[in-house]
């Protein structure tokens, strides 16, 4: 049970909509301003595991609707919005591992997720042409690494890994 499919059925397997975590949500609107997200933290009801799981609920401001909504295993509150051509994306980490870009334009989520490479996103930050991308992060119980990649084609996971900064 390795892939983000599957995964993600495990997610719906054990969701439970009475396991809310109240007044733990975080919100934030795109640069243009037409779109925004918002999150809702659940327990998950997994008797072999003990994660939270975080509902990601993407909404379009001009249409007042949510126009796509999807589960994590992530509980972090790492994301990033960009813009790109005049669309909007937002780029989140997931499952300790994984991160996942959404096309506001095309409605679609494209995730990446590598069981051999599991590093986790903790801070993300794009260069200011935003053809880079530089994730603070680590793997398990490890130091902090400093990894930038190309995204250049922002939709095309997984990125190439440009420079890998390790710290101490």
């Known amino acids: 049970m390795h892939s983000i499919p599957a995964k993600r059925k495990a997610i719906k397997d054990f969701f439970d909509s009475h396991a809310k975590i109240e007044g733990d949500s975080i919100y934030a609107i795109s640069d243009s301003g037409l779109y925004y997200f918002e999150t809702e933290k659940y327990v998950q009801n997994d008797p072999e595991r003990n994660w939270i799981i975080t509902k990601i609920m993407i909404f379009d401001t001009e249409k007042a609707c949510c126009i796509f909504e999807y589960f994590t295993e992530h509980d972090d509150e790492t994301f990033a919005w960009i813009s790109i051509n005049t669309t ?49 992060g680590n793997y398990w119980a490890c130091p902090s690494e400093i990894i930038s990649y190309s995204c250049a084609a922002c939709t095309a996971l997984p990125y190439p890994i440009l420079q890998r900064t390790y710290t101490a």
């Open 88 to 136: 909007d994306y937002l780029l989140f980490p997931e499952f300790l591992g994984g991160y996942s870009i959404f096309n506001t334009a095309s409605l679609e989520l494209h995730s990446y997720y590598c069981e051999d490479d599991p590093f986790i996103w903790q801070e993300i930050t794009f260069s200011p042409q935003q053809m880079q991308l530089v994730v603070t």
